[in-house]
């Protein structure tokens, strides 16, 4: 797609400028195009590295970013510890409401087959953040297996409310494009920011 216009990724980065000084360590999980980087970058923050399983996004992006890992969070852990670490649009399954559907990723369908997956990459990303880090993610309205997975985490504890007074407020992304005709293009997802920390007490 391209055009794209969002206020997915910049609701997110929102948590973090002004809010966290610019030596703070932050892991862009699943970096993609470097919406997240090229944010982060602008508003002067260096100690950024991004993870992805496409190596293509990876060297196109490569000046927004400290480093840049081709890496599958699932199998491997990240490369040290951080104090944020970014999730937008990972975690993704959203409802397109322009075609009242859901439109979800292989990813999503391979946890749901191999939960083993999803308990190694929520052992990783644990592993990669500080104690007194948190995870900034957003998370597609109604995609209730990824809630409840971390709503009923040992792992995990949800303190958006802690960070963001209006949560419903972080909503919505329009993506834009041009159709296979030419045509204008336009479809709006729905998305919430959520804040995470860690349980500490777990080892």
Do not use: C
């Not at 490569?62 to 840049?68: A, E, F, M, V």
């Not at 087959?113 to 990669?128: A, F, V």
């Amino acid at each position: 797609m391209s055009n794209e216009v969002s206020n997915h990724w910049d609701r997110l980065v929102d948590q973090i400028i002004g809010k966290y000084d610019d030596e703070v360590t932050i892991a862009d999980l699943g970096s993609g195009r470097g919406e997240v980087g090229e944010l982060l970058h602008e508003a002067g923050y260096w100690k950024v590295d991004a993870y992805d399983i496409n190596i293509t996004k990876l060297e196109k992006r490569k000046p927004l970013y400290r480093n840049t890992y081709w890496h599958n969070l699932a199998k491997k852990q990240l490369f040290g510890q951080y104090d944020i670490l970014t999730a937008a649009g990972f975690f993704d399954w959203a409802f397109n409401t322009a075609s009242r559907g859901w439109s979800t990723n292989i990813q999503d369908a391979d946890f749901k087959r191999y939960p083993d997956d999803w308990d190694k990459l929520m052992s990783n990303l644990y592993n990669g953040l500080k104690d007194s880090g948190v995870m900034i993610m957003t998370v597609p309205i109604g995609r209730y297996w990824v809630e409840t997975n971390f709503i009923n985490s040992p792992l995990w504890e949800d303190v958006t409310g802690d960070h963001i007074k209006h949560p419903e407020d972080y909503l919505g992304r329009v993506e834009k494009w041009k159709n296979w005709q030419g045509q204008d293009t336009s479809a709006e997802y729905e998305y919430t920011v959520k804040v995470m920390r860690k349980k500490i007490h777990v080892k």
